[in-house]
């Protein structure tokens, strides 16, 4: 009899063992898993920021093309106008240097003369 008290025993502490080990390696899961949760929670944060980043740049990249024509569409604006400019003084100049070609006849003909 003393011997399966002594076996009971053995059990009982190897069981008692198995217990304790099997605790201790629940509370070393349960840390891992909480350390889990606290970076995929940062990491979750951080994703929904770049997405939101994301999102703002790519709303900025859809008004580009809009941009770009009001750009174009002022820059040959200002370009017509300054080649209508340049059209419309164009009869002054012309008249000027007939103008001017004309007294340097006159003058070298009153030269000659």
């Not at 970076?39 to 790519?58: C, I, N, P, W």
């Not at 709303?59 to 770009?68: H, Q, W």
């Amino acid at each position: 009899m003393a011997l399966t008290l002594e076996n009971h025993d053995r059990r009982i502490a190897a069981v008692e063992q198995a217990q304790a080990e099997t605790t201790e390696t629940l509370r070393w899961v349960v840390t891992k898993l909480a350390r889990l949760q606290a970076v995929q929670d940062e990491h979750t944060l951080r994703l929904e920021r770049l997405e939101s980043k994301v999102d703002a740049m790519q709303s900025k990249v859809e008004a580009l093309p809009r941009a770009m024509a009001e750009l174009i569409d002022a820059a040959e604006k200002r370009m017509m106008s300054q080649v209508e400019a340049r059209l419309d003084a164009l009869p002054r100049a012309i008249a000027e240097m007939v103008e001017a070609s004309e007294k340097r006849v006159m003058a070298a003909v009153a030269a000659r003369g």
